[in-house]
């Protein structure tokens, strides 16, 4: 049995998951052989499984997205290093109920590399997603030696909103270890830097942008993409256009423009990272999962990469998860056999979240019952 599920976010880790499956396998089959792969798909939990594969803890003190220092983790194993921008720049670390849609800065997640770099990375895994900014990456790039200049010639302050302010870009004194690094974006946003399906239409309301907030960041956003052309050539158009440019915020633009970075589905990248396949070859059956299987988790969430790896390897899969929001027939078209709920042991959202671990015993204890004994 491989048990490759992400986190129950809010609730259990993924590395907590496996463990409580694991659990209730063997409470209905004792002796059952058992092995687990957390995952994740670039978004926050990405370092914790890094770490459960086997990657060593490095933490960092690096500048929050508002200003005041937090301390980050990053993972490192034999010059790949896996770095999460949540960790810097992500919304856990603004105070509650509190957001600042406009001067959330990335600059954090670049010290946050940079401590990578120092600590020999060669190769950087670049997990992107719940951050709290939406500042294009000018942060993390400033933080990485870059210049962004207003019409006096001094820095433009942090945060997307006083990018409309910028009138000149400078990314020749970007760190020249950059320049011998692959830097992989992992992510599972397509979305382009502006425009109806860029960052800050889609993912600006969720870091407290209001409507006229939203109008602010497209046209600041926009006009630092002009501003970067001016600088680096028609490279900077183009990746505004591509597909992950939006991520986190505009971040990806950042990493494709300034860091060369090459945009793959985190998914993939951190099934490879994490050694999967190893763990396929020897499974059976598979267990995935995350807290809500929905029609988002079929746009390169973990469980979908997870299930088309085992049915490209003849395997059947099953899948845990907090809520259910799919239909069989949708669970099927993704190599999804069955999916066992905890909302259906407990109708409660809030005791869901908060037993989460004991009802996911008693899932998958059901789950053994139905498919191994």
Not at 61 to 73: F, L, S
Not at 202 to 225: I, N, R
Not at 318 to 340: H, N
């Amino acid at each position: 049995m491989l048990i490759a599920a992400d986190k129950f976010k809010g609730s259990l880790t993924a590395v907590e998951v496996a463990e409580h499956v694991t659990a209730g396998l063997r409470r209905a089959a004792p002796g059952l052989d058992v092995a687990a792969v957390p995952v994740a798909d670039g978004g926050d939990g990405t370092v914790a499984a890094a770490l459960a594969a086997g990657f060593t803890r490095h933490e960092a003190r690096v500048t929050g997205p508002t200003g005041t220092p937090v301390t980050a983790t990053f993972a490192l194993r034999g010059g790949i290093a896996v770095v999460e921008m949540a960790e810097a720049s992500g919304l856990q670390h603004l105070p509650a109920g509190v957001f600042a849609p406009l001067t959330a800065t990335t600059y954090g997640t670049g010290e946050l590399l940079l401590a990578a770099l120092d600590a020999g990375a060669t190769s950087i895994v670049f997990g992107v997603g719940g951050s709290a900014t939406t500042d294009g990456g000018a942060g993390m790039l400033a933080a990485l030696g870059a210049r962004f200049l207003g019409a006096d010639g001094e820095p433009v302050a942090p945060g997307g909103g006083p990018l409309r302010d910028l009138a000149t870009a400078d990314l020749t004194g970007l760190d020249p270890r950059l320049a011998g690094t692959e830097i992989v974006l992992a992510s599972d946003v397509d979305n382009p830097l502006t425009g109806p399906k860029g960052a800050p239409a889609v993912y600006g309301p969720q870091k407290g942008a209001s409507e006229a907030d939203v109008a602010t960041l497209d046209a600041a956003l926009a006009h630092y993409a002009e501003v970067l052309e001016r600088a680096v050539g028609p490279k900077a158009a183009e990746h505004a256009l591509a597909p992950g440019a939006g991520a986190a915020g505009g971040v990806g633009y950042g990493a494709l423009v300034g860091l060369d970075a090459a945009f793959r589905p985190g998914i993939d990248v951190m099934l490879d990272v994490l050694g999967f396949a190893p763990a396929l070859a020897k499974a059976t059956f598979v267990i995935t999962g995350e807290g809500s299987l929905d029609t988002q988790t079929l746009h390169g969430k973990a469980p979908a990469g997870v299930a088309a790896a085992a049915r490209a390897a003849g395997l059947d899969v099953v899948a845990v998860c907090g809520r259910l929001q799919l239909t069989q027939e949708a669970l099927g078209a993704a190599g999804i056999r069955r999916a066992y709920a905890l909302t259906d042991l407990e109708s409660d959202p809030a005791r869901c979240m908060a037993e989460a671990g004991p009802l996911l015993e008693r899932a998958a204890e059901q789950l053994a019952r139905d498919f191994l004994v």
